[in-house]
């Protein structure tokens, strides 16, 4: 029904920066809000950062003034930029977002995940 592609994960030295872009496609009636969010090895998922349809953000402590979170809401998609990255991002970043696929219905979808390796 609704469909969500990362792009944009790899293996990268500590100080490096990378891109993640997540592509939603369907029956798309309208997204609100979007998000990315983690999960290393042993830990329990955690939000890295969101954005509502209008434009605003929220941020983990941990990420912030080196991640920028931010959408296209032509082509339904949202972009983390991550810079300055350290060991410690090292996870499997996935998206997330709240689809409403008519007026009344809506839910939140997840897409596959995409691996971030940053090396010290």
């Known amino acids: 029904q609704v469909q969500l592609v990362e792009s944009g994960g790899g293996l990268v030295q500590a100080g490096g920066s990378l891109r993640l872009s997540c592509a939603a496609s369907?029956?798309?009636?309208?997204?609100?809000?979007m998000g990315w969010y983690r999960q290393a090895p042993g830990n329990q998922r955690e939000l890295v950062a969101t954005?509502?349809?209008?434009?605003?953000?929220n941020y983990a402590d941990s990420v912030k003034g080196r991640f920028t979170i931010s959408r296209d809401n032509a082509k339904n998609t949202v972009y983390l930029e991550m810079n300055n990255l350290k060991p410690e991002d090292t996870a499997v970043y996935y998206c997330?977002?709240?689809?409403?696929?008519?007026?009344?219905?809506?839910?939140?979808?997840w897409g596959q995940g995409t691996q971030v390796t940053v090396s010290s």
């Open positions: 997330n977002s709240n689809v409403q696929t008519s007026f009344f219905n809506y839910n939140f979808y």
């Open positions: 369907g029956r798309i009636f309208r997204i609100n809000i």
């Open positions: 954005i509502t349809s209008g434009g605003s953000t």
